[in-house]
């Protein structure tokens, strides 16, 4: 069975910042994956501990996906969504 998903607000400015084909894959290939098979992301550690990042690689570009699991619920809760570059810096912002 299939998780719902639900997105931080910010993922919108996150999606602004992107190709619109890397956008396409997104949301076609790796958000349904990860709704699938939520636990395919690596799980995070320390101050991000409770929290999973799911890697790809676009035209030699490394991108993540940052992400909660409310198992009670069957939902992810995308947190956010960019390039590997200052990516876990801007998400400790966007939790504190």
């Known amino acids: 069975m299939s998780?719902?998903?639900?997105?931080?607000?910010?993922?919108?400015a996150d999606?602004?910042?992107l190709d619109k084909q890397v956008i396409k894959?997104?949301?076609?290939?790796?958000?349904?994956?990860i709704l699938q098979e939520p636990d395919r992301g690596d799980r995070l550690h320390g101050d991000l501990e409770g929290l999973f990042?799911?890697?790809?690689?676009?035209?030699s570009v490394d991108y993540?996906?940052?992400y909660t699991i409310e198992e009670g619920k069957k939902?992810?809760?995308f947190l956010r969504i960019g390039k590997r570059e200052s990516f876990y810096?801007?998400?400790?912002?966007?939790?504190s």
């Open 3 to 12: 998780y719902k998903d639900r997105y931080h607000p910010g993922i919108k």
């Open 15 to 17: 999606l602004k910042k």
């Open 25 to 33: 894959d997104i949301f076609r290939l790796h958000i349904d994956k």
């Open 53 to 59: 990042s799911y890697h790809f690689r676009k035209r």
């Open 64 to 66: 993540r996906i940052a």
């Open 75 to 77: 939902l992810v809760f």
């Open 89 to 95: 810096e801007v998400l400790r912002r966007r939790l």
